[in-house]
C-alpha cells in the first residue's frame, strides 16, 4: 500500500508563489507516474500536472502551463509542485496521486492516461484577490 501526504498549502496573495509536496511511502516510488490534481469547491476534481517515473516527461493543464512546475525527487520520495504567479482562480484542494505502472511506460506515453490508484488527502490552497 502507497501512502501520499501533501503539505505547503496555505494562503497566498495573488501574484504570490507557494510550493507543494507530496510524499510518498514505499520503496518503489521512482518507478511511479505521479500527478497533481485540484478540486474547487462546488467543482470536479480537474487535472493539473502530471510526470513521468524518470521525470523526464511533464505536462500540464493549460491553465497552469508557464506559472506551474512539477518535479520529483526519487531519493527523497518526493514530487513537488512549484506555483508562481497565483491567481484567486487558483484557489482549491491539491491532491498528489501515484500511478505505479509507470515504469512500464514509454517516454512517448501520453501522460493524460495515467491511471491513479493511490490519492493523498490533498492540502489547501487559497489565492486572495
Known amino acids: 500500500q502507497v501512502q501520499l501526504v501533501e503539505s505547503g498549502g496555505g494562503l497566498v496573495q495573488a501574484g504570490g508563489s507557494l510550493r507543494l509536496s507530496c510524499a510518498a511511502s514505499?520503496?518503489?516510488?521512482?518507478?511511479?507516474?505521479m500527478g497533481w490534481f485540484r478540486q474547487a469547491p462546488g467543482k470536479e476534481r480537474k487535472f493539473v500536472a502530471a510526470?513521468?517515473?524518470?521525470?523526464?516527461?511533464?505536462y500540464y493543464a493549460d491553465s497552469v502551463k508557464g506559472r506551474f512546475t512539477i518535479a520529483r525527487d526519487n531519493a527523497k520520495n518526493t514530487v513537488y509542485l512549484q506555483m508562481n504567479s497565483l491567481k484567486p482562480e487558483d484557489t482549491a484542494v491539491y491532491s498528489c496521486a501515484a500511478d505505479p505502472r509507470g515504469a512500464f511506460y514509454s517516454s512517448s506515453y501520453n501522460p493524460l492516461d495515467y491511471e491513479y490508484h493511490y490519492w493523498g488527502q490533498g492540502t489547501q490552497v487559497t489565492v486572495s484577490s
Open positions: 514505499g520503496r518503489t516510488f521512482s518507478s511511479y507516474a
Open positions: 510526470i513521468s517515473w524518470s521525470g523526464g516527461v511533464t
